[in-house]
Nanobody, 120 residues
């Protein structure tokens, strides 16, 4: 079983930056074998995919609304995935969740979420 813990959320002004982290832990898992995704859910809206990264970190894709502003990365030695968010806008306000799925298939793991609020 993999446990995911997000951190780094908070209140930021429009145009500002935040870096989210998601650290994985658990027994008998190999972090580098997991595909990792950041999702977000704004109040009253459905959860949406923000960014996705492959096991080696060399394959990424992004939602159109964040492309060019957000960067996903991973450090397999630290069992951590990051989301660098620049040029934040009020519409980026949401709870951000980390998701991990084994490349070979299996039950996905979710973190508890971290709140990001963009407001002046």
């Amino acid at each position: 079983q993999v446990q995911l813990v997000e951190s780094g959320g908070g209140l930021v002004q429009p145009g500002g930056s935040l870096r989210l982290s998601c650290e994985a832990s658990g027994s008998t898992f190999i972090f580098s074998s997991f595909v990792l995704t950041w999702y977000r859910q704004a109040a009253g809206k459905e959860r949406e995919l923000v960014a996705h990264i492959g096991t080696a970190g060399d394959a990424t894709n992004y939602a159109g609304s964040v492309m060019g502003r957000f960067t996903i990365s991973r450090d397999n030695a630290k069992n951590t995935v990051y989301l660098q968010m620049n040029s934040l806008q009020p519409e980026d306000t949401a709870v951000y969740y980390c998701n991990a799925v084994p490349l070979a298939g299996g039950v996905p793991a979710w973190g508890q979420g971290t709140q990001v609020t963009v407001s002046s």
